[in-house]
T-cell receptor, first 113, second 116 residues
Framework: NAGVTQTPKFQVLKTGQSMTLQCAQD?????MYWYRQDPGMGLRLIYY???????DKGEVPNGYNVSRLNKREFSLRLESAAPSQTSVYFC????????????FGPGTRLTVL | AQKITQTQPGMFVQEKEAVTLDCTYD???????LFWYKQPSSGEMIFLIY??????QNATEGRYSLNFQKARKSANLVISASQLGDSAMYFC?????????????FGAGTRLFVKA
């Protein structure tokens, strides 16, 4: 039982490059989330998926897209990376509805040069 | 607008003593959840404790308890018998669903240092 897994752990991009961050959970949770954490700050919600087949914007969605591939997987895509997107990205999941306790993956440290 | 305030950027506590980490929140939602997470230097986010807005009893999980004062909109975390491994960043968070959709807000965190 791995919980929430994220790949990659580290990534360096050049401005304008694209990439997809992958997230999977094996807890049979319905809801999944993507956050970013900037230095010295708390987490900010980028997008969430309340259930398979639905996605919604969070607090800071600009520059990102998401896909809820199936119940287990929720990916985050940066189409044209910018230095302002340098951050640590966390994926999380919760059991049934948004508002339930969220369990987090280990994070992806992304640097955009 | 929803807001979480953690007024203590850093706290020191002697090993084996208790410590309270402050959290105040602002929301107009009737139903919401309050959470505390621990982030050690390794970077992962570890769930500690949850309090629902309608729960009348304060939540407890082992050495962690949440001092929930709804009228004052505070949700302080109390760690009893501090251990060296408790040294970490601690984040207070609030989640809720209303007509505007789902929102989750994190505070800026409190760094706890446990002294031997």
């Amino acid at each position: 039982n791995a919980g929430v897994t994220q790949t990659p752990k580290f990534q360096v991009l050049k401005t304008g490059q694209s990439m997809t961050l992958q997230c999977a959970q094996d807890m049979n949770h319905n809801s999944m989330y993507w956050y970013r954490q900037d230095p010295g700050m708390g987490l900010r919600l980028i997008y969430y998926s309340a259930s398979e087949g639905t996605t919604d914007k969070g607090e800071v969605p600009n520059g990102y897209n998401v896909s809820r591939l199936n119940k287990r997987e929720f990916s985050l895509r940066l189409e044209s990376a910018a230095p302002s997107q340098t951050s640590v990205y966390f994926c999380a999941s919760s059991e049934s509805v948004p508002g339930d306790t969220q369990y987090f993956g280990p994070g992806t440290r992304l640097t955009v040069l | 607008a929803q807001k979480i305030t953690q007024t203590q950027p850093g706290m020191f506590v002697q090993e084996k003593e208790a410590v309270t980490l402050d959290c105040t929140y602002d929301t107009s939602d009737q139903s919401y959840g309050l959470f505390w997470y621990k982030q050690p230097s390794s970077g992962e986010m570890i769930f500690l404790i949850y309090q629902g807005s309608y729960d009348e009893q304060n939540a407890t999980e082992g050495r962690y308890s949440l001092n929930f004062q709804k009228a004052r909109k505070s949700a302080n975390l109390v760690i009893s018998a501090s251990q060296l491994g408790d040294s970490a960043m601690y984040f207070c968070a609030m989640s809720g669903v209303n007509t505007g959709g789902f929102k989750t807000i994190f505070g800026a965190g409190t760094r706890l240092f446990v002294k031997a």
